[in-house]
C-alpha cells in the first residue's frame, strides 16, 4: 500500500489556533471549537519525529462512529464531522485536509478527570498488581496472570496532567475534587459504556481490555467529549489470539512502544526517528482496527 501524505501540524489561513497538544490542533471559533486529528504520534509521553499517514482520519472517524452508536445513552459534544457542514473560511487545500479528520464540537467546561475503566489486567495496572497486589488500591483475587479478565469492569481514574505522566487518583479524590454525585455519574457512565463498546466488538472478533473517556460541561449538562473507543484511548486485542498469561498483540501503539524501548534511547526529547517498516506496521494495525470496529474501508473517510 502507497502511503498518502502524513499531517503532522495543521495550520488553517483564515482561523487562528488556539491549541496544539500531542494529537490534536484545536481553533476556537467562539461558541464552538474545531477540533482537528493530526498524523502525530507521542510514545511515552514524547511527541515522535514521524507522522504516521492516516492516522488523524482513523481516530476521528471511529470517535464519529462511536459518538453516533452511544448518542442515545449518553450526550456528545459532536456537532458534524462533515468538513462541507462546518461553514468555515476555507481554501480548497484546507478543505481536503480537513476532510476525514475534523470535528466540530460544541465547547465546554472540561471535567477534570481522566476515566479510566479496565476490564482486563495489563499495563500499569498489572504492574500496580505485581508489585502490591492490588490495582492500585482495589483489591483483587490472588493468582491473576496478566491479560486475565478482571471479576467485573473497574474504574481507576486519574489525573489530567498537562504535562508528565497522569497519576492514579481514588474515588474518595474524585469525590473530593468534583463532589459525590457528579464522580457517581462519571463513573457509572463510563462502565455502562464501556460495557456496551466491549460486548460490540466481541462480536467482531475484538476484545476492549481498557478504554479511558473525559467528560465536558455543556449548558450544565454532563456530556462526553474529545475521543471515544480508538486506538490512542483503548487497547484493542485479538479474541482468536487472546491466551492470558502475558503480553497481547494489540491494535493501538504498542507496536511503536515496544521498538523505542530496544532502542538506546532515554525517553527524553527527542525521540528517535521511526524506520519506514515501523511505520508500514503502524498504519496497517491502525487500518485493521478501524475496519474491523467499524465495519467500512479506508476509502470511506479519505
Known amino acids: 500500500m502507497a502511503l498518502t501524505k502524513a499531517y503532522r501540524e495543521i495550520n488553517l489561513k483564515n482561523i487562528k489556533l488556539w491549541r496544539r497538544g500531542k494529537v490534536r490542533d ?3 471559533l467562539g461558541e464552538n471549537m474545531l477540533m482537528v486529528a493530526s498524523d502525530r504520534i507521542s510514545a511515552f509521553d514524547v511527541v515522535l519525529p514521524n507522522a504516521i499517514p492516516y492516522k488523524g482520519q482513523i481516530l476521528n472517524s471511529i470517535s464519529a462512529y462511536w459518538f453516533e452508536k452511544t ?6 459534544h459532536i456537532i458534524s464531522v462533515n ?3 462546518f461553514g468555515l473560511d476555507l481554501t480548497d487545500n484546507e478543505r481536503e485536509m480537513l476532510r476525514g ?3 466540530l464540537v460544541r465547547k465546554g467546561k472540561m471535567i477534570e478527570v481522566e476515566c479510566v475503566v479496565r476490564g482486563y489486567l495489563d499495563g500499569s495496572g498489572w504492574r500496580s498488581y505485581l508489585d502490591t497486589g492490588n490495582l492500585f488500591d482495589i483489591p483483587l483475587p490472588r ?9 467485573e469492569p473497574l474504574f481507576t481514574p486519574t489525573t489530567k496532567a498537562l504535562t508528565g505522566h497522569d497519576e492514579y487518583m481514588n474515588f474518595n479524590e474524585v469525590k473530593s475534587l468534583i463532589g459525590e454525585d457528579v464522580a457517581k455519574y462519571i463513573r457509572d457512565s463510563s462502565i455502562n459504556l464501556y460495557n456496551l463498546a466491549n460486548r460490540d466488538v466481541y462480536e467482531k472478533g475484538l476484545i476492549l481490555a481498557d478504554t479511558k473517556f473525559e467528560f465536558t460541561y455543556i449548558d450544565g449538562e454532563i456530556c462526553l467529549a474529545d475521543e471515544i473507543f ?3 484511548s483503548s487497547r484493542y486485542w485479538d479474541r ?3 491466551k492470558p498469561g502475558g503480553p497481547q498483540p494489540s491494535f493501538d501503539k504498542q507496536y511503536i512502544r515496544d521498538w523505542l524501548s530496544s532502542q538506546d534511547w532515554d525517553k527524553t526529547p527527542p525521540a528517535p526517528e521511526l524506520p519506514d517498516e515501523v511505520v508500514h506496521k503502524s498504519v496497517e494495525k491502525y487500518l485493521e482496527v478501524y475496519r474491523r470496529v467499524t ?3 479506508l476509502k470511506t473517510i479519505v
Not at 448518542?71 to 456528545?76: A, E, F, S
Not at 493468582?143 to 471479576?151: I, S, T
Open 26 to 28: 484545536i481553533f476556537d
Open 71 to 76: 448518542k442515545d445513552v449518553i450526550k456528545n
Open 83 to 85: 468538513v462541507d457542514d
Open 101 to 103: 479528520r475534523s470535528s
Open 143 to 151: 493468582g491473576l496472570k496478566q491479560g486475565d479478565c478482571l471479576p
Open 230 to 232: 480508538t486506538p490512542d
Open 240 to 242: 482468536e489470539s487472546y
Open 295 to 297: 465495519g467500512k474501508d
